[in-house]
């Protein structure tokens, strides 16, 4: 079995992690939920608060072009996924961008009024839709939530649109892409993909898969920081032929013109709304430098690493006897993460948190250990299958000072 020492000595990608910034002595293992600060970000950030708006103030939406960021951050996000030029833009949450998309979804399959999701996938997704479907009432739109092993069977002559995580945020199961999106369609409907769990950590093909809309995350493997815009994907094929439903000045075809009637912008630059953060999306767009060096190839690889390392180790350990990790054990049905069950997740959670590794918990009861190969290594790996095993011997977790549960988990 190789060692960690050797495995982080061959790592083509260690050199990154340098240019992130963590706690000397912490191991950070929550990059799928808020990626880690780089001083790239930081750098460009400080620059946009002094000499951007601080010197040049309103001028800087021409003269640093901030208007154009929702297009020029989604150009740039772009070739993450498989896209080519002008179908992705940089705006807003993932929840905002699903109500604009599965509106559009149904606007482009008329007489279909059914939304298929999965029903343990991410809640706020099924939220929008629920919401949507109350907006719109029982005759135009009704939201299906199935079973992951039903989802195929259930498509049928009254499916508009298929909604689904790429990577599970519980399990960490990854669905194939390209089977899926195919099975949508033979059924007459069109796939929407949330890419919240894969873009910036896997290699996406947006494009060659035939994929219809897509979603996701600017926090989370993009390291773009807490609340940066996410984005959307519209394929070139349905572009000029729908209106999304949140009609706002940055996504009329003239913004400046101030006309009273809307007009949508050609394109994916319509599913702007209002102003774009520009804070936000200068803390995005260093984020995205990295990609320039790292190829998403070489991530994948080390990805696939890390969690192969982890749970060989944590075999080891007997800690697999105790916990049962429900994300696959294949590699191309892997995301990110791994996620282990255990009844008292919560407390294992805690107590790992107070050893400094940070991990997450997702009710009611898994653990997850999210891995981010532009800064995590081996050495973080063997270091927290040590500890874990230490606190499933000795069973701290059952302290009552790991009882108490804060807002946000
Ligand atoms: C994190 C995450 C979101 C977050 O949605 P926001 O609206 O951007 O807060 C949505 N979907 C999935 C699958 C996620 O993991």
């Known amino acids: 079995?190789?060692?960690?020492?050797?495995?982080d000595k061959d790592d083509s990608l260690a050199r990154f992690s340098a240019g992130f910034c963590l706690p000397e002595g912490m191991v950070y293992l929550d990059g799928n939920s808020l990626g880690a600060s780089s001083t790239a970000v930081i750098d460009a950030v400080n620059a946009v608060l002094t000499e951007q708006w601080g010197a040049d103030l309103i001028s800087s939406w021409n003269k640093h072009d901030w208007i154009g960021?929702?297009?020029?951050?989604g150009e740039r996000i772009a070739p993450l996924l498989g896209a080519a030029e002008g179908q992705v833009v940089s705006v807003d949450s993932i929840s905002v961008n699903i109500f604009k998309l599965l509106n559009t979804a149904l606007a482009l399959r008329p007489g279909r009024l059914d939304i298929i999701a999965v029903e343990d996938d991410f809640p706020s997704d099924a939220y929008v839709a629920q919401g949507l479907a109350a907006l719109l009432g029982a005759g135009r739109c009704r939201l299906r939530l199935v079973a992951q092993t039903q989802l195929e069977q259930a498509?049928?002559?009254?499916?508009?649109?298929?909604?689904?995580?790429?990577?599970?945020?519980?399990?960490?199961?990854?669905?194939?892409?390209?089977?899926?999106?195919?099975?949508?369609?033979?059924?007459?409907?069109?796939?929407?993909?949330?890419?919240?769990?894969?873009?910036?950590?896997?290699?996406?093909?947006?494009?060659?898969?035939?994929?219809?809309?897509?979603?996701g995350c600017g926090y989370k493997y993009l390291n773009g920081g807490p609340g940066a815009p996410g984005f959307v994907y519209l394929n070139r094929r349905h572009h000029g032929r729908v209106t999304q439903p949140l009609w706002g000045w940055l996504g009329h075809s003239e913004p400046f013109a101030f006309k009273t009637g809307y007009r949508g912008a050609e394109g994916v630059a319509q599913f702007q709304v209002g102003t774009p953060a520009v804070l936000s999306m200068a803390a995005l767009n260093a984020a995205l430098d990295v990609y320039g060096e790292a190829s998403m190839k070489a991530i994948r690889t080390k990805s696939l690493a890390l969690t192969a390392f982890a749970l060989e180790r944590m075999d080891a350990l007997g800690i697999l006897n105790e916990m049962t990790c429900i994300t696959p054990s294949t590699p191309n049905s892997r995301g990110s993460q791994l996620s282990l069950v255990h009844p008292q997740a919560w407390g294992i959670s805690q107590a790992l948190i107070e050893a400094n590794i940070i991990v997450d918990f997702r009710a009611p009861d898994v653990l997850r250990l999210g891995f981010a190969p532009l800064y995590n290594s081996f050495g973080d790996v063997e270091i927290t299958a040590m500890t874990l095993a230490d606190i499933v011997r000795d069973q701290r977790y059952l302290s009552v000072r790991f009882q108490q549960r804060p807002k946000v988990t």
Request: charged share 20%.
């Open 69 to 73: 960021m929702p297009v020029s951050v």
């Open 155 to 215: 498509l049928d002559s009254k499916t508009a649109v298929v909604m689904l995580s790429h990577v599970n945020y519980r399990s960490g199961e990854r669905y194939d892409m390209q089977r899926l999106s195919a099975a949508a369609h033979d059924s007459g409907a069109l796939i929407l993909w949330d890419l919240a769990h894969s873009a910036g950590v896997m290699p996406l093909d947006l494009d060659a898969h035939h994929v219809d809309m897509a979603v």
């Open 1 to 7: 079995m190789p060692e960690a020492a050797s495995l």
